[in-house]
């Protein structure tokens, strides 16, 4: 019942931009927070960037900041990451997940979409 489903991934260019929009449904708890994460092969998953449904933004991987944006509709149940200036270590599957409130970690995740940048 509970569903994340990500969308707005695909081939990006060098310096150009995407759009990743996340959509929560089936929930019947409160959301904490949203993240998005990436991995690229290879490495390991890293948080890119979390917001709470607040719109408070906790944080911002430093490779990421200046160029990504994290952002939430509230009617939408949606949050977003605005990709800017892209580059090619941008390239990886990217995840929203949540965070219900009174839980310590992400207890939901979406499928993923994948992300390529070509150089």
């Known amino acids: 019942q509970v569903q994340l489903v990500e969308s707005g991934g695909g081939l990006g260019q060098v310096g150009g931009s995407l759009r990743l929009s996340c959509t929560a449904s089936?929930?019947?708890?409160?959301?904490?927070?949203l993240g998005w994460f990436r991995q690229a092969p290879g490495k390991e998953r890293e948080l890119v960037a979390a917001?709470?449904?607040?719109?408070?933004?906790?944080n911002y991987a430093d490779s990421v900041k200046g160029r990504f944006t994290i952002s939430r509709d509230y009617a939408k149940n949606t949050v977003y990451l605005q990709m800017d200036s892209l580059k090619p270590d941008d390239t990886a599957v990217y995840s929203c997940?949540?965070?219900?409130?009174?839980?310590?970690?992400?207890?939901?995740w979406g499928q993923g979409t994948q992300v390529t940048v070509s150089s």
């Open positions: 917001i709470t449904w607040s719109g408070v933004v906790r």
């Open positions: 089936g929930f019947t708890f409160s959301i904490s927070e």
């Open positions: 997940a949540a965070r219900p409130d009174g839980r310590s970690g992400y207890a939901y």
